[in-house]
């Protein structure tokens, strides 16, 4: 552990084979002289984040009121324009990469390096609320607003500007090599995935850590270190029709719609007790024919009560905490679905591609730490990890192959999400960006 102290205590993150040196004029990783465990400079940045909450919180009011949902690529690639425009300001070199190829409007990417350990910061310009949606407006009252996407996730974009220009206010931001990536599809990734999320996952080479800024559970004194991946799967059935009076009967079968539900059950009773996992039929369709639109995630069914049903169709998704969990799980079920073969009935299981997971790790863990001294130093409180089980698949999942070192949720609070209430607690702005700029600064001086 290489620690420098020149004469003075040396605080800031407290974790073992942390190594703090002084660089430059910047007074990190000290005590001030009244005896505060934060630096003249961290003091500096979170002073600058106090007196500028207001011009954060109109830039996020700009941006809300540009609709963005992921279908909607012009106003995709405004949002883009306008956070590109603050990057630029920042003098970081901004990129905007096409997302024809994956049929999206595509992602800006932002870098800025300098001689520290690289850091990745994620967000996304996108949102579930698309242009036909009646929830269009940033709308105030006292500390809270509401509007589409506030908290999931403009509010974490703006966390990320709002800090760095902190840190370039206080002198810090040179000596930092950071890398932000604002994807335009995380709602609603493009196919395949390989190519949609190429961008980011190039971003992440290279990187020491990473830090996302979706709300999370939007409690202010959560973060993330692991996140469950997602993947889809579908189960069809195929059995005997004929009069309904022969249902049961050797000859006749118990029909599509009950083979379908056999398997169902199947499923809950032998797999739905693992820690961590979970699986949702989230569209069920059976009669004489059954047909599913992937694409609308809307079914067509067509039968009669008097004849056993000939067709099923069930989709739905299942998460998992880590990449062997889901290879166990998809075995699992193509045993049991194999399993309910009979002579008068025949059913397939097939996995679509999905997002990876974020699994726990050490590297995670100690990053995590490092934030929340940064926030307790800073007098915010104590910051621990939510479950997985509380955390959704998101964009920092991409990356965990890259980076050994990851957390999520860091960005603006509220409640809500993904739907017409979604509201943003206002205060969180100048907490979480002052949170986010003291962990950016004392990790820029790790050796």
Same mark, same amino acid.
């Given at each position: 552990?290489k620690?420098?102290?020149?004469?003075?205590?040396?605080?800031?993150?407290?974790?073992?084979g942390l190594?703090?040196?002084?660089t430059g004029?910047l007074d990190?990783?000290r005590?001030?002289?009244d005896?505060?465990?934060i630096?003249?400079?961290?003091?500096?940045?979170?002073?600058?984040?106090?007196?500028?909450d207001?011009?954060?919180?109109?830039?996020l009011e700009?941006?809300v009121?540009i609709?963005s949902?992921?279908?909607?690529?012009?106003?995709?690639?405004?949002?883009?324009r306008?956070f590109?425009?603050e990057?630029?300001?920042l003098?970081?070199?901004?990129t905007?990469?096409?997302?024809?190829?994956?049929n999206?409007?595509?992602?800006?990417?932002a870098?800025?390096?300098?001689p520290?350990p690289?850091v990745?910061l994620i967000?996304?310009?996108?949102?579930?609320?698309?242009k036909?949606?009646p929830?269009?407006?940033?709308?105030?009252?006292?500390?809270?607003a509401?509007?589409?996407?506030?908290?999931?996730m403009?509010?974490?974009?703006?966390?990320?500007i709002?800090?760095?220009?902190?840190l370039k206010?206080a002198g810090a931001?040179?000596?930092?090599?950071?890398?932000?990536?604002?994807?335009?599809d995380?709602?609603?990734?493009?196919?395949?995935?390989?190519? &949609?999320?190429k @961008?980011? *996952?190039d971003?992440?080479?290279? #990187?020491e850590y990473?830090i996302? +800024?979706e709300?999370g559970? $939007?409690?202010?004194?959560?973060a993330?270190?692991?996140?469950?991946g997602?993947?889809n799967?579908?189960?069809r059935?195929?059995?005997?029709?004929?009069?309904?009076?022969q249902?049961f009967?050797?000859d006749?079968g118990?029909g599509?719609?009950?083979?379908?539900?056999k398997?169902?059950t199947?499923?809950?009773e032998k797999?739905?007790?693992e820690?961590h996992l979970t699986f949702?039929?989230?569209?069920?369709?059976?009669?004489t024919?059954a047909?599913?639109?992937s694409?609308?995630a809307?079914?067509?069914?067509f039968g009669?009560?008097?004849?056993i &049903?000939?067709? @099923?169709? *069930?989709?739905?998704d299942?998460? #998992?905490?880590?990449m062997?969990q +889901?290879?166990?799980?998809? $075995?699992?079920?193509e045993?049991?679905?194999?399993?309910?073969?009979s002579a008068?009935a025949?059913?397939?299981i097939?996995f679509g591609e999905g997002?990876p997971?974020?699994?726990?790790?050490p590297g995670?863990?100690?990053?995590l730490?490092v934030?929340?001294k940064a926030s307790?130093?800073?007098?915010?409180?104590?910051?621990?990890?939510?479950?997985?089980?509380?955390?959704?698949?998101?964009?920092?999942s991409f990356i965990?192959?890259e980076?050994?070192?990851a957390?999520?949720?860091?960005?603006m609070?509220g409640?809500?999400d993904?739907s017409p209430?979604?509201?943003?607690?206002?205060k969180s702005?100048?907490?979480? #960006?002052?949170?986010?700029?003291?962990?950016?600064?004392?990790l $820029?001086?790790?050796?």
């Amino acid at each position: 552990m290489k620690l420098i102290i020149a004469g003075l205590i040396s605080v800031g993150l407290g974790i073992a084979g942390l190594g703090i040196e002084e660089t430059g004029t910047l007074d990190v990783g000290r005590r001030t002289t009244d005896g505060q465990a934060i630096s003249q400079t961290e003091r500096a940045v979170a002073q600058y984040l106090d007196a500028h909450d207001a011009e954060g919180i109109a830039l996020l009011e700009r941006v809300v009121n540009i609709n963005s949902g992921t279908g909607n690529h012009d106003g995709v690639r405004e949002v883009g324009r306008v956070f590109q425009a603050e990057f630029d300001a920042l003098g970081f070199r901004t990129t905007w990469v096409d997302g024809a190829a994956f049929n999206r409007a595509g992602h800006l990417v932002a870098a800025h390096q300098g001689p520290g350990p690289k850091v990745l910061l994620i967000g996304h310009l996108d949102t579930v609320f698309e242009k036909n949606s009646p929830f269009q407006k940033f709308v105030r009252t006292g500390d809270t607003a509401k509007g589409p996407g506030v908290i999931d996730m403009k509010g974490g974009d703006v966390v990320i500007i709002q800090a760095l220009k902190a840190l370039k206010s206080a002198g810090a931001l040179d000596a930092m090599n950071i890398v932000v990536v604002m994807t335009g599809d995380e709602e609603d990734g493009g196919r395949p995935l390989s190519v &949609s999320r190429k @961008a980011l *996952v190039d971003a992440a080479k290279g #990187a020491e850590y990473a830090i996302g +800024f979706e709300n999370g559970d $939007s409690n202010i004194a959560h973060a993330v270190t692991a996140r469950r991946g997602i993947q889809n799967w579908e189960l069809r059935v195929k059995a005997k029709t004929g009069h309904s009076s022969q249902v049961f009967t050797a000859d006749a079968g118990n029909g599509a719609i009950f083979e379908a539900a056999k398997i169902l059950t199947a499923f809950r009773e032998k797999l739905g007790n693992e820690p961590h996992l979970t699986f949702n039929p989230g569209v069920f369709a059976g009669g004489t024919t059954a047909e599913l639109d992937s694409a609308t995630a809307t079914a067509k069914a067509f039968g009669k009560t008097n004849v056993i &049903s000939a067709e @099923a169709v *069930v989709t739905g998704d299942m998460r #998992a905490l880590t990449m062997e969990q +889901f290879a166990k799980t998809r $075995s699992a079920m193509e045993a049991i679905v194999k399993s309910m073969a009979s002579a008068t009935a025949t059913a397939t299981i097939t996995f679509g591609e999905g997002y990876p997971t974020l699994p726990p790790t050490p590297g995670n863990d100690a990053l995590l730490a490092v934030y929340n001294k940064a926030s307790e130093d800073l007098g915010l409180g104590t910051v621990t990890a939510v479950s997985p089980d509380r955390a959704g698949a998101a964009d920092v999942s991409f990356i965990s192959t890259e980076v050994k070192s990851a957390i999520d949720a860091v960005g603006m609070k509220g409640g809500d999400d993904h739907s017409p209430n979604e509201w943003a607690d206002l205060k969180s702005l100048s907490i979480q #960006a002052k949170r986010a700029a003291v962990t950016l600064l004392r990790l $820029s001086l790790r050796k």
